[in-house]
Protein backbone atom coordinates (compact mmCIF):
# COMPACT_ATOMS: atom_id res chain seq x y z
CA UNK A 1 0.00 0.00 0.00
CA UNK A 2 3.10 2.51 0.92
CA UNK A 3 4.10 1.75 -2.07
CA UNK A 4 1.31 2.24 -4.12
CA UNK A 5 0.90 5.75 -2.51
CA UNK A 6 4.50 6.41 -2.86
CA UNK A 7 4.53 5.79 -6.57
CA UNK A 8 1.43 7.87 -7.03
CA UNK A 9 2.72 10.59 -5.35
CA UNK A 10 5.39 10.98 -7.23
CA UNK A 11 4.35 9.90 -11.04
CA UNK A 12 2.62 12.34 -12.75
CA UNK A 13 1.62 9.49 -15.30
CA UNK A 14 -0.13 7.07 -12.02
CA UNK A 15 -2.10 10.73 -11.19
CA UNK A 16 -3.17 11.54 -14.78
CA UNK A 17 -4.25 7.94 -15.31
CA UNK A 18 -6.37 8.16 -12.28
CA UNK A 19 -7.91 11.42 -13.47
CA UNK A 20 -9.00 10.54 -16.91
CA UNK A 21 -9.90 6.89 -15.66
CA UNK A 22 -12.34 8.54 -12.68
CA UNK A 23 -13.23 11.78 -15.13
CA UNK A 24 -14.51 8.75 -18.03
CA UNK A 25 -15.57 6.09 -15.20
CA UNK A 26 -17.61 8.46 -12.79
CA UNK A 27 -20.24 9.99 -15.60
CA UNK A 28 -20.77 6.48 -16.65
CA UNK A 29 -21.65 5.41 -13.53
CA UNK A 30 -23.49 8.04 -13.02
CA UNK A 31 -25.75 7.36 -16.11
CA UNK A 32 -25.96 3.58 -15.35
CA UNK A 33 -27.29 4.26 -11.84
CA UNK A 34 -30.02 7.12 -13.48
CA UNK A 35 -30.64 4.91 -16.47
CA UNK A 36 -32.05 2.06 -13.76
CA UNK A 37 -33.56 4.24 -11.90
CA UNK A 38 -35.37 5.79 -14.83
CA UNK A 39 -36.61 2.44 -16.12
CA UNK A 40 -37.36 1.37 -12.78
CA UNK A 41 -39.50 4.18 -12.65
CA UNK A 42 -41.14 3.96 -15.95
CA UNK A 43 -41.55 0.51 -15.46
CA UNK A 44 -43.09 0.67 -11.64
CA UNK A 45 -45.61 3.31 -13.42
CA UNK A 46 -46.17 0.87 -16.34
CA UNK A 47 -47.46 -1.78 -14.13
CA UNK A 48 -49.27 0.83 -11.87
CA UNK A 49 -51.57 1.46 -15.11
CA UNK A 50 -51.96 -1.28 -16.29
CA UNK A 51 -52.70 -3.06 -13.49
CA UNK A 52 -55.35 -0.38 -12.38
CA UNK A 53 -57.08 -0.32 -15.56
CA UNK A 54 -57.50 -4.22 -15.32
CA UNK A 55 -58.91 -4.09 -11.86
CA UNK A 56 -61.12 -1.69 -13.53
CA UNK A 57 -62.27 -3.73 -15.60
CA UNK A 58 -62.74 -6.50 -13.29
CA UNK A 59 -65.05 -4.45 -10.97
CA UNK A 60 -67.31 -3.10 -14.34
CA UNK A 61 -67.50 -7.17 -14.98
CA UNK A 62 -68.29 -8.05 -11.51
CA UNK A 63 -70.65 -4.87 -11.20
CA UNK A 64 -72.03 -6.25 -14.45
CA UNK A 65 -72.68 -9.70 -12.90
CA UNK A 66 -74.13 -7.76 -9.77
CA UNK A 67 -76.22 -5.88 -11.34
CA UNK A 68 -77.61 -8.92 -13.52
CA UNK A 69 -78.45 -10.36 -10.19
CA UNK A 70 -80.33 -7.20 -9.31
CA UNK A 71 -82.45 -7.09 -12.12
CA UNK A 72 -83.30 -11.07 -11.69
CA UNK A 73 -84.55 -9.39 -8.44
CA UNK A 74 -86.07 -6.87 -9.39
CA UNK A 75 -88.26 -8.76 -12.06
CA UNK A 76 -89.34 -11.35 -9.44
CA UNK A 77 -90.23 -8.29 -6.92
CA UNK A 78 -92.47 -6.94 -9.56
CA UNK A 79 -94.16 -9.68 -10.92
CA UNK A 80 -97.59 -9.39 -9.95
CA UNK A 81 -98.03 -13.61 -10.26
CA UNK A 82 -95.49 -14.03 -7.73
CA UNK A 83 -97.02 -11.07 -5.73
CA UNK A 84 -100.86 -12.74 -5.88
CA UNK A 85 -99.21 -16.25 -5.23
CA UNK A 86 -97.49 -15.47 -2.20
CA UNK A 87 -99.91 -13.22 -0.40
CA UNK A 88 -101.70 -16.79 -0.35
CA UNK A 89 -99.39 -18.57 1.93
CA UNK A 90 -100.44 -18.85 5.11
CA UNK A 91 -98.70 -22.06 6.11
CA UNK A 92 -101.46 -24.55 5.89
CA UNK A 93 -99.67 -26.53 2.92
CA UNK A 94 -103.32 -27.14 1.18
CA UNK A 95 -104.26 -27.63 -2.27
CA UNK A 96 -104.73 -24.09 -3.31
CA UNK A 97 -100.72 -22.75 -1.52
CA UNK A 98 -99.32 -25.99 -3.12
CA UNK A 99 -99.98 -24.83 -6.44
CA UNK A 100 -99.59 -21.48 -5.62
CA UNK A 101 -95.79 -22.82 -4.58
CA UNK A 102 -95.36 -24.28 -7.72
CA UNK A 103 -96.30 -21.32 -9.83
CA UNK A 104 -93.51 -19.57 -7.91
CA UNK A 105 -91.43 -21.80 -8.68
CA UNK A 106 -92.04 -22.02 -12.01
CA UNK A 107 -91.66 -18.05 -11.98
CA UNK A 108 -88.17 -18.25 -10.50
CA UNK A 109 -86.84 -21.31 -12.40
CA UNK A 110 -87.61 -18.94 -15.47
CA UNK A 111 -86.02 -16.12 -13.83
CA UNK A 112 -83.08 -18.35 -13.04
CA UNK A 113 -81.98 -19.04 -16.68
CA UNK A 114 -82.53 -15.69 -17.54
CA UNK A 115 -79.02 -14.64 -16.01
CA UNK A 116 -75.66 -16.71 -16.26
CA UNK A 117 -73.95 -17.65 -13.55
CA UNK A 118 -77.37 -17.60 -11.16
CA UNK A 119 -77.34 -20.71 -9.21
CA UNK A 120 -79.88 -20.58 -6.93
CA UNK A 121 -82.90 -17.89 -5.66
CA UNK A 122 -84.94 -18.16 -2.68
CA UNK A 123 -87.72 -17.06 -1.08
CA UNK A 124 -88.04 -16.78 2.66
CA UNK A 125 -90.98 -15.76 4.82
CA UNK A 126 -92.11 -16.13 8.13
CA UNK A 127 -94.16 -18.80 7.31
CA UNK A 128 -92.51 -20.18 4.01
CA UNK A 129 -89.37 -21.44 2.53
CA UNK A 130 -89.45 -21.39 -1.31
CA UNK A 131 -86.16 -22.54 -3.74
CA UNK A 132 -85.38 -22.53 -7.09
CA UNK A 133 -81.89 -23.63 -8.08
CA UNK A 134 -80.35 -25.64 -11.50
CA UNK A 135 -80.96 -29.05 -9.60
CA UNK A 136 -83.54 -28.18 -6.90
CA UNK A 137 -87.26 -28.24 -7.85
CA UNK A 138 -89.14 -28.87 -4.67
CA UNK A 139 -89.94 -26.99 -1.76
CA UNK A 140 -89.05 -26.82 1.93
CA UNK A 141 -91.40 -27.50 4.33
CA UNK A 142 -88.53 -27.49 6.40
CA UNK A 143 -89.52 -25.93 10.07
CA UNK A 144 -86.04 -24.71 10.82
CA UNK A 145 -84.75 -22.96 7.69
CA UNK A 146 -86.38 -19.75 8.23
CA UNK A 147 -85.45 -19.47 11.69
CA UNK A 148 -81.53 -20.64 11.44
CA UNK A 149 -81.58 -17.92 8.11
CA UNK A 150 -82.57 -14.93 10.45
CA UNK A 151 -80.17 -15.80 12.68
CA UNK A 152 -77.18 -15.12 9.65
CA UNK A 153 -75.43 -11.42 9.82
CA UNK A 154 -76.49 -10.94 6.39
CA UNK A 155 -80.22 -11.73 7.22
CA UNK A 156 -79.98 -8.92 9.96
CA UNK A 157 -78.16 -6.66 7.76
CA UNK A 158 -80.60 -6.64 4.84
CA UNK A 159 -83.43 -6.28 6.81
CA UNK A 160 -81.79 -3.21 7.55
CA UNK A 161 -81.31 -1.67 4.57
CA UNK A 162 -84.97 -1.24 4.40
CA UNK A 163 -85.27 -2.52 0.80
CA UNK A 164 -81.83 -1.77 -0.67
CA UNK A 165 -79.37 -4.62 -2.35
CA UNK A 166 -77.03 -5.92 -0.01
CA UNK A 167 -74.16 -8.22 -1.27
CA UNK A 168 -72.82 -10.90 0.67
CA UNK A 169 -71.13 -14.41 0.90
CA UNK A 170 -73.15 -17.76 0.88
CA UNK A 171 -71.88 -18.42 5.05
CA UNK A 172 -70.32 -21.74 5.55
CA UNK A 173 -72.50 -25.03 5.60
CA UNK A 174 -71.64 -25.41 9.12
CA UNK A 175 -73.16 -22.45 10.01
CA UNK A 176 -76.27 -22.80 7.91
CA UNK A 177 -78.11 -26.16 7.66
CA UNK A 178 -80.35 -25.83 4.23
CA UNK A 179 -81.87 -28.11 1.44
CA UNK A 180 -80.07 -25.69 -0.64
CA UNK A 181 -76.74 -27.06 -2.49
CA UNK A 182 -74.07 -24.72 -0.87
CA UNK A 183 -71.34 -24.78 -3.04
CA UNK A 184 -67.39 -23.98 -2.61
CA UNK A 185 -64.74 -23.20 -4.78
CA UNK A 186 -60.92 -23.99 -4.51
CA UNK A 187 -59.39 -21.24 -6.51
CA UNK A 188 -55.40 -21.66 -5.93
CA UNK A 189 -55.53 -23.11 -2.55
CA UNK A 190 -57.83 -20.81 -1.58
CA UNK A 191 -61.55 -22.21 -0.71
CA UNK A 192 -64.36 -19.36 -1.80
CA UNK A 193 -67.80 -19.40 -1.41
CA UNK A 194 -70.63 -18.09 -3.83
CA UNK A 195 -71.68 -14.62 -3.69
CA UNK A 196 -75.48 -14.02 -2.65
CA UNK A 197 -77.64 -10.98 -3.21
CA UNK A 198 -80.01 -10.48 -0.75
CA UNK A 199 -83.50 -7.75 -0.53
CA UNK A 200 -86.66 -7.06 0.86
CA UNK A 201 -89.86 -8.44 -1.16
CA UNK A 202 -92.46 -6.24 -0.66
CA UNK A 203 -96.47 -6.00 -1.50
CA UNK A 204 -96.36 -4.39 -4.57
CA UNK A 205 -99.81 -2.93 -4.52
CA UNK A 206 -99.96 -2.01 -0.46
CA UNK A 207 -95.64 -2.01 0.80
CA UNK A 208 -96.08 -4.72 3.01
CA UNK A 209 -92.98 -6.66 3.67
CA UNK A 210 -94.15 -10.28 2.27
CA UNK A 211 -90.67 -11.81 2.99
CA UNK A 212 -86.92 -11.78 1.80
CA UNK A 213 -85.77 -12.71 -1.69
CA UNK A 214 -82.10 -14.31 -1.97
CA UNK A 215 -80.29 -14.88 -5.28
CA UNK A 216 -77.15 -16.39 -5.00
CA UNK A 217 -74.19 -16.35 -8.11
CA UNK A 218 -71.90 -18.96 -8.50
CA UNK A 219 -68.38 -17.84 -7.79
CA UNK A 220 -66.72 -19.24 -10.77
CA UNK A 221 -68.13 -16.33 -12.19
CA UNK A 222 -66.10 -14.38 -10.51
CA UNK A 223 -62.98 -16.30 -10.97
CA UNK A 224 -63.38 -16.30 -14.51
CA UNK A 225 -63.30 -12.87 -14.70
CA UNK A 226 -60.08 -12.47 -12.44
CA UNK A 227 -58.80 -15.28 -14.55
CA UNK A 228 -59.23 -13.42 -17.92
CA UNK A 229 -58.16 -10.30 -16.96
CA UNK A 230 -55.18 -11.17 -14.61
CA UNK A 231 -52.34 -8.51 -15.09
CA UNK A 232 -50.14 -11.42 -15.65
CA UNK A 233 -47.88 -11.24 -12.34
CA UNK A 234 -47.78 -13.47 -9.95
CA UNK A 235 -49.65 -10.90 -7.84
CA UNK A 236 -52.48 -11.85 -5.22
CA UNK A 237 -55.86 -10.23 -5.31
CA UNK A 238 -58.62 -9.81 -3.12
CA UNK A 239 -62.19 -8.75 -2.66
CA UNK A 240 -63.12 -7.43 0.57
CA UNK A 241 -66.56 -5.44 1.43
CA UNK A 242 -67.11 -2.74 3.59
CA UNK A 243 -66.39 -4.18 7.14
CA UNK A 244 -62.93 -5.98 5.87
CA UNK A 245 -65.05 -9.79 5.00
CA UNK A 246 -62.81 -11.31 2.62
CA UNK A 247 -65.44 -12.00 -0.59
CA UNK A 248 -63.11 -13.40 -2.72
CA UNK A 249 -59.31 -14.24 -2.67
CA UNK A 250 -56.87 -15.72 -5.20
CA UNK A 251 -54.01 -16.05 -3.01
CA UNK A 252 -51.34 -18.43 -4.10
CA UNK A 253 -48.43 -17.16 -1.55
CA UNK A 254 -49.90 -16.27 1.28
CA UNK A 255 -49.30 -12.71 1.16
CA UNK A 256 -52.74 -11.35 2.47
CA UNK A 257 -52.21 -13.30 5.65
CA UNK A 258 -50.40 -10.57 7.00
CA UNK A 259 -52.37 -7.93 8.48
CA UNK A 260 -49.80 -5.43 6.90
CA UNK A 261 -51.93 -6.15 3.80
CA UNK A 262 -54.87 -4.53 4.18
CA UNK A 263 -54.07 -1.75 6.78
CA UNK A 264 -54.36 1.50 5.40
CA UNK A 265 -57.46 1.30 3.08
CA UNK A 266 -58.93 4.42 3.61
CA UNK A 267 -59.42 6.34 -0.08
CA UNK A 268 -62.01 4.85 -2.41
CA UNK A 269 -58.79 4.14 -4.65
CA UNK A 270 -55.24 4.46 -4.50
CA UNK A 271 -51.59 3.24 -5.15
CA UNK A 272 -48.92 2.47 -2.19
CA UNK A 273 -46.14 0.86 -1.40
CA UNK A 274 -46.35 -2.15 1.70
CA UNK A 275 -43.79 -4.20 3.29
CA UNK A 276 -45.41 -7.55 3.78
CA UNK A 277 -43.60 -10.69 5.31
CA UNK A 278 -40.10 -8.87 4.49
CA UNK A 279 -40.91 -8.04 1.11
CA UNK A 280 -41.93 -4.74 -0.59
CA UNK A 281 -45.05 -5.15 -2.78
CA UNK A 282 -46.68 -2.67 -4.76
CA UNK A 283 -50.77 -2.50 -3.26
CA UNK A 284 -53.08 -1.42 -6.06
CA UNK A 285 -56.84 -0.93 -4.56
CA UNK A 286 -59.89 0.21 -6.21
CA UNK A 287 -63.59 0.32 -4.71
CA UNK A 288 -67.03 -0.54 -6.14
CA UNK A 289 -69.44 2.02 -6.42
CA UNK A 290 -72.41 -0.23 -6.88
CA UNK A 291 -71.23 -2.83 -4.20
CA UNK A 292 -68.65 -0.92 -1.68
CA UNK A 293 -66.00 -3.77 -2.41
CA UNK A 294 -62.69 -3.10 -2.55
CA UNK A 295 -60.53 -5.20 -4.58
CA UNK A 296 -56.73 -5.18 -4.26
CA UNK A 297 -53.71 -6.47 -5.83
CA UNK A 298 -50.52 -6.86 -4.47
CA UNK A 299 -47.16 -7.61 -6.44
CA UNK A 300 -43.50 -7.70 -5.48
CA UNK A 301 -41.27 -5.46 -6.78
CA UNK A 302 -39.02 -8.82 -7.99
CA UNK A 303 -41.53 -9.34 -10.27
CA UNK A 304 -41.86 -5.64 -11.41
CA UNK A 305 -37.99 -4.93 -11.49
CA UNK A 306 -37.41 -8.25 -13.38
CA UNK A 307 -37.56 -6.44 -17.05
CA UNK A 308 -35.19 -3.83 -15.17
CA UNK A 309 -32.52 -6.97 -14.49
CA UNK A 310 -31.84 -6.98 -18.17
CA UNK A 311 -31.10 -3.27 -18.23
CA UNK A 312 -29.07 -3.47 -14.74
CA UNK A 313 -27.31 -6.41 -16.87
CA UNK A 314 -26.43 -4.59 -19.92
CA UNK A 315 -25.36 -1.36 -18.22
CA UNK A 316 -22.98 -3.24 -15.99
CA UNK A 317 -21.36 -4.81 -19.33
CA UNK A 318 -21.07 -1.43 -20.93
CA UNK A 319 -19.62 0.26 -17.43
CA UNK A 320 -16.97 -2.24 -17.47
CA UNK A 321 -16.44 -2.39 -21.10
CA UNK A 322 -16.24 1.55 -20.93
CA UNK A 323 -13.92 0.97 -17.61
CA UNK A 324 -11.35 -1.55 -19.73
CA UNK A 325 -11.67 1.47 -22.88
CA UNK A 326 -11.39 3.98 -20.64
CA UNK A 327 -8.00 2.37 -18.93
CA UNK A 328 -6.39 1.50 -22.37
CA UNK A 329 -6.97 5.34 -23.10
CA UNK A 330 -5.63 6.88 -20.07
CA UNK A 331 -2.90 4.73 -20.27
CA UNK A 332 -2.23 6.05 -23.85
CA UNK A 333 -3.05 9.64 -23.36
CA UNK A 334 -0.64 9.61 -20.17
CA UNK A 335 1.98 7.75 -21.86
CA UNK A 336 1.88 10.18 -24.59
CA UNK A 337 2.16 13.20 -22.85
CA UNK A 338 4.44 12.08 -20.57
CA UNK A 339 7.33 10.74 -22.41
CA UNK A 340 8.20 14.45 -23.09
CA UNK A 341 8.29 14.91 -19.22
CA UNK A 342 10.61 11.67 -19.25
CA UNK A 343 13.10 12.33 -21.55
CA UNK A 344 13.25 15.89 -20.02
CA UNK A 345 13.68 13.95 -16.59
CA UNK A 346 16.39 11.84 -18.30
CA UNK A 347 18.33 15.04 -19.87
CA UNK A 348 18.22 16.71 -16.72
CA UNK A 349 20.11 13.93 -14.64
CA UNK A 350 22.65 13.88 -17.11
CA UNK A 351 23.07 17.91 -16.58
CA UNK A 352 23.09 16.67 -13.33
CA UNK A 353 26.11 14.76 -13.94
CA UNK A 354 28.23 17.82 -15.96
CA UNK A 355 26.75 17.14 -19.49
CA UNK A 356 25.73 20.12 -20.86
CA UNK A 357 26.30 19.16 -24.07
CA UNK A 358 22.38 17.25 -24.12
CA UNK A 359 19.84 18.99 -26.35
CA UNK A 360 15.94 17.66 -26.14
CA UNK A 361 14.46 17.98 -29.99
CA UNK A 362 10.75 18.80 -30.02
CA UNK A 363 8.63 20.27 -32.87
CA UNK A 364 5.66 20.68 -30.55
CA UNK A 365 4.08 23.92 -30.09
CA UNK A 366 2.44 23.27 -26.75
CA UNK A 367 3.78 23.54 -23.08
CA UNK A 368 5.85 21.06 -23.55
CA UNK A 369 7.31 22.35 -26.43
CA UNK A 370 7.83 25.47 -24.50
CA UNK A 371 9.56 23.40 -21.88
CA UNK A 372 11.87 21.93 -23.97
CA UNK A 373 13.09 24.87 -25.92
CA UNK A 374 13.28 26.77 -22.46
CA UNK A 375 15.67 23.67 -21.36
CA UNK A 376 17.73 23.73 -24.49
CA UNK A 377 18.15 27.61 -24.32
CA UNK A 378 19.29 26.96 -20.47
CA UNK A 379 21.68 24.09 -21.04
CA UNK A 380 23.21 26.25 -23.25
CA UNK A 381 23.26 29.38 -21.06
CA UNK A 382 24.60 27.42 -18.50
CA UNK A 383 27.51 26.29 -20.83
CA UNK A 384 28.39 29.75 -21.59
CA UNK A 385 28.24 30.66 -17.44
CA UNK A 386 30.76 27.07 -16.89
CA UNK A 387 32.94 28.69 -19.61
CA UNK A 388 33.12 32.46 -18.20
CA UNK A 389 33.27 30.96 -14.50
CA UNK A 390 36.73 28.97 -15.98
CA UNK A 391 37.45 32.22 -17.08
CA UNK A 392 37.00 33.95 -14.33
CA UNK A 393 39.03 31.33 -11.32
CA UNK A 394 41.62 31.33 -14.11
CA UNK A 395 41.37 35.26 -13.70
CA UNK A 396 41.63 35.01 -9.94
CA UNK A 397 44.24 32.64 -9.53
CA UNK A 398 46.29 35.34 -11.77
CA UNK A 399 45.54 38.02 -9.12
CA UNK A 400 46.18 35.58 -6.14
CA UNK A 401 49.69 34.90 -7.78
CA UNK A 402 49.81 39.08 -7.99
CA UNK A 403 48.71 39.47 -4.33
CA UNK A 404 51.30 37.19 -3.11
CA UNK A 405 54.20 38.59 -5.17
CA UNK A 406 52.58 42.03 -3.85
CA UNK A 407 53.28 40.59 -0.16
CA UNK A 408 56.77 40.65 -0.94
CA UNK A 409 57.07 44.60 -1.74
CA UNK A 410 55.81 45.44 1.95
CA UNK A 411 57.83 42.50 3.89
CA UNK A 412 60.44 43.95 1.93
CA UNK A 413 59.85 47.51 3.10
CA UNK A 414 58.82 46.77 6.69
CA UNK A 415 62.78 44.96 6.82
CA UNK A 416 64.35 48.28 5.38
CA UNK A 417 62.89 50.66 7.38
CA UNK A 418 63.34 48.46 10.23
CA UNK A 419 67.00 48.30 9.16
CA UNK A 420 67.15 52.52 9.05
CA UNK A 421 65.47 52.71 12.44
CA UNK A 422 68.35 50.57 14.22
CA UNK A 423 71.08 52.77 12.14
CA UNK A 424 69.22 55.90 13.43
CA UNK A 425 69.44 54.11 16.77
CA UNK A 426 72.92 53.25 16.29
CA UNK A 427 74.05 57.25 15.66
CA UNK A 428 71.82 58.62 18.25
CA UNK A 429 68.64 60.04 15.78
CA UNK A 430 65.92 58.85 18.11
CA UNK A 431 63.57 61.36 16.35
CA UNK A 432 64.28 59.32 12.94
CA UNK A 433 63.98 56.00 14.89
CA UNK A 434 60.24 56.95 16.49
CA UNK A 435 59.24 58.45 13.01
CA UNK A 436 60.09 55.09 10.74
CA UNK A 437 58.60 52.75 13.91
CA UNK A 438 55.26 54.98 13.88
CA UNK A 439 55.51 54.62 10.07
CA UNK A 440 56.16 50.41 10.22
CA UNK A 441 53.27 50.32 12.79
CA UNK A 442 50.90 52.25 10.33
CA UNK A 443 51.64 50.96 7.37
CA UNK A 444 51.70 47.25 9.08
CA UNK A 445 47.98 48.38 10.13
CA UNK A 446 46.71 49.74 7.03
CA UNK A 447 48.29 46.93 5.05
CA UNK A 448 46.44 43.70 6.80
CA UNK A 449 42.80 44.00 5.02
CA UNK A 450 41.60 40.91 6.92
CA UNK A 451 39.39 42.89 9.15
CA UNK A 452 36.77 44.93 7.89
CA UNK A 453 36.02 46.05 11.77
CA UNK A 454 38.21 46.45 14.52
CA UNK A 455 37.81 47.79 18.04
CA UNK A 456 37.90 51.67 18.90
CA UNK A 457 40.76 50.77 20.48
CA UNK A 458 43.36 49.82 18.19
CA UNK A 459 41.25 51.92 15.68
CA UNK A 460 42.91 54.99 18.20
CA UNK A 461 45.94 53.35 18.59
CA UNK A 462 46.53 53.13 14.56
CA UNK A 463 44.75 57.08 15.07
CA UNK A 464 47.74 57.95 17.05
CA UNK A 465 50.59 56.63 14.78
CA UNK A 466 49.43 59.03 11.83
CA UNK A 467 49.10 61.71 14.34
CA UNK A 468 52.65 60.63 15.48
CA UNK A 469 54.27 60.95 12.14
CA UNK A 470 52.18 64.32 10.88
CA UNK A 471 53.22 66.06 14.36
CA UNK A 472 56.82 65.39 13.23
CA UNK A 473 56.22 66.71 9.57
CA UNK A 474 54.40 69.84 10.94
CA UNK A 475 57.01 70.43 13.67
CA UNK A 476 54.54 69.86 16.73
CA UNK A 477 52.34 72.76 15.03
CA UNK A 478 49.25 71.25 16.08
CA UNK A 479 48.37 68.69 19.27
CA UNK A 480 45.86 66.36 19.66
CA UNK A 481 43.43 65.48 22.95
CA UNK A 482 41.51 62.32 23.59
CA UNK A 483 38.24 62.28 25.58
CA UNK A 484 37.49 58.51 25.23
CA UNK A 485 35.41 57.05 27.38
CA UNK A 486 36.49 53.48 28.85
CA UNK A 487 33.33 51.97 28.34
CA UNK A 488 33.56 52.57 24.60
CA UNK A 489 37.03 51.28 23.53
CA UNK A 490 35.78 47.72 22.88
CA UNK A 491 33.08 48.95 20.21
CA UNK A 492 34.18 47.40 17.04
CA UNK A 493 34.30 49.66 13.69
CA UNK A 494 35.15 49.74 10.25
CA UNK A 495 38.76 49.83 9.84
CA UNK A 496 40.00 53.02 8.96
CA UNK A 497 37.07 55.27 9.97
CA UNK A 498 38.72 58.19 12.45
CA UNK A 499 42.14 57.95 10.16
CA UNK A 500 40.66 59.98 6.73
CA UNK A 501 38.39 62.32 8.99
CA UNK A 502 41.19 63.57 11.19
CA UNK A 503 43.32 64.05 7.65
CA UNK A 504 40.50 66.14 6.43
CA UNK A 505 40.94 68.67 9.72
CA UNK A 506 44.62 68.29 9.03
CA UNK A 507 44.69 69.31 5.88
CA UNK A 508 41.35 71.67 5.53
CA UNK A 509 41.06 72.82 8.34
CA UNK A 510 44.33 73.70 10.40
CA UNK A 511 46.92 73.20 7.24
CA UNK A 512 47.28 77.32 7.36
CA UNK A 513 48.29 77.40 11.14
CA UNK A 514 51.36 77.67 12.09
CA UNK A 515 50.95 76.99 15.73
CA UNK A 516 48.33 76.24 18.23
CA UNK A 517 46.06 73.70 16.26
CA UNK A 518 44.31 71.67 17.90
CA UNK A 519 42.19 68.41 17.22
CA UNK A 520 39.58 66.64 19.77
CA UNK A 521 38.52 63.68 19.65
CA UNK A 522 35.26 62.47 21.97
CA UNK A 523 34.26 58.96 21.77
CA UNK A 524 31.12 58.10 24.25
CA UNK A 525 27.49 56.28 24.69
CA UNK A 526 24.71 58.79 23.55
CA UNK A 527 20.94 57.17 23.73
CA UNK A 528 22.46 53.64 22.80
CA UNK A 529 24.77 54.62 20.35
CA UNK A 530 28.56 55.01 19.98
CA UNK A 531 29.30 58.93 18.77
CA UNK A 532 32.59 59.99 17.60
CA UNK A 533 33.35 63.29 17.30
CA UNK A 534 36.35 65.24 15.87
CA UNK A 535 36.80 68.99 16.65
CA UNK A 536 39.27 71.08 15.29
CA UNK A 537 39.71 75.01 15.74
CA UNK A 538 40.71 76.01 12.42
CA UNK A 539 39.60 78.16 9.78
CA UNK A 540 36.65 76.64 9.30
CA UNK A 541 35.20 74.82 5.91
CA UNK A 542 32.80 76.70 3.74
CA UNK A 543 29.18 74.90 2.77
CA UNK A 544 30.80 74.25 -1.31
CA UNK A 545 34.13 72.49 0.60
CA UNK A 546 32.23 70.15 2.66
CA UNK A 547 29.67 69.34 -0.59
CA UNK A 548 33.14 68.42 -2.23
CA UNK A 549 34.48 66.73 0.60
CA UNK A 550 31.30 64.41 1.03
CA UNK A 551 31.05 64.07 -2.79
CA UNK A 552 34.36 62.40 -2.65
CA UNK A 553 36.63 64.60 -4.27
CA UNK A 554 38.85 64.93 -1.71
CA UNK A 555 41.10 61.89 -1.00
CA UNK A 556 42.79 60.63 1.98
CA UNK A 557 46.50 61.30 0.72
CA UNK A 558 47.98 58.18 2.97
CA UNK A 559 45.20 55.61 2.57
CA UNK A 560 43.49 57.38 -0.32
CA UNK A 561 40.33 57.01 1.30
CA UNK A 562 37.74 59.79 0.85
CA UNK A 563 35.09 61.05 3.28
CA UNK A 564 32.30 59.82 1.10
CA UNK A 565 33.66 56.60 1.04
CA UNK A 566 33.68 56.78 5.32
CA UNK A 567 30.11 57.28 4.81
CA UNK A 568 29.09 54.53 2.34
CA UNK A 569 31.16 52.27 4.15
CA UNK A 570 29.00 53.40 7.64
CA UNK A 571 25.69 53.32 6.12
CA UNK A 572 26.61 50.10 4.26
CA UNK A 573 27.53 47.96 7.32
CA UNK A 574 25.38 49.39 9.72
CA UNK A 575 22.18 50.81 8.35
CA UNK A 576 20.87 54.22 6.63
CA UNK A 577 20.63 55.75 10.12
CA UNK A 578 24.08 55.83 10.64
CA UNK A 579 26.72 57.84 9.12
CA UNK A 580 28.95 61.47 9.21
CA UNK A 581 26.91 64.68 9.82
CA UNK A 582 29.69 68.03 9.72
CA UNK A 583 29.21 71.58 11.45
CA UNK A 584 31.45 74.16 10.20
CA UNK A 585 31.71 78.24 10.72
CA UNK A 586 34.68 79.98 9.23
CA UNK A 587 37.03 81.04 11.19
CA UNK A 588 36.05 78.76 14.29
CA UNK A 589 36.56 75.56 13.56
CA UNK A 590 34.79 72.23 11.90
CA UNK A 591 33.19 69.57 13.77
CA UNK A 592 32.57 65.88 12.43
CA UNK A 593 29.89 63.47 14.09
CA UNK A 594 30.26 59.80 13.22
CA UNK A 595 27.68 57.83 14.80
CA UNK A 596 28.05 53.78 15.21
CA UNK A 597 25.99 51.10 16.77
CA UNK A 598 27.25 50.28 19.96
CA UNK A 599 28.42 46.86 19.27
CA UNK A 600 31.20 44.67 21.50
CA UNK A 601 33.58 41.90 20.98
CA UNK A 602 32.93 39.46 23.21
CA UNK A 603 34.54 35.68 22.75
CA UNK A 604 35.07 36.25 18.51
CA UNK A 605 31.30 37.57 17.78
CA UNK A 606 29.84 41.01 18.52
CA UNK A 607 27.40 41.67 20.57
CA UNK A 608 25.11 44.36 20.94
Known amino acids: MNRLRHLFLRSIQARLMTFIFVTIILPLLFLGFMTFRASSGIIERSVTLNTSETMDQVLDNIEFHLSGMESVATDIIFNYSINSNLRKMSGRYDEAEIQAVNEIKALLTKQLSMQDGIESVFLIGDDYFLVSSSNTNRAS ?139 RMLRIYRTSHLSGWKAVQLIPYSEILAPVQFIKRLTLLLVLICLAASLVMAAFLSSRLVKPLKNLVRLIKKVQHGDLDVRLDTIRNDEIGYLSKNFNMMTARLKEMRSEIYREQELKRQAELSALQAQIQPHFLYNTLDSIKWMAVIRGEQQISDMISALVNLLRSSVNLGDETIPLRREIENLKHYIHIQQMRYCHSFSIEYDVAEEVLDCVVPKLTLQPLVENALFHGLEAIESGGLITLEAKLEDGHLVCRIVDNGKGMSADLIKDVLAGRFQSRFSGISVKNVHERLQLHCGLQYGLTFQSTEGKGTTVTVRFPALRLKGGAQIA
Do not use: C
Not at 159 to 170: A, N, P, R
Open 141 to 279: SLDHVPSLMKKQDWYRATSEQGGKSYFTIVPDETTEKTDVETKSIVVDGEQNRPIRMARLFRDIQTGNPLGLLGVDMDYRVIDAIVSRLHSGYNGSLILVDEDGNTIYKRDPSQRFSSSASLAGLKLVSGVDRVNVNGK
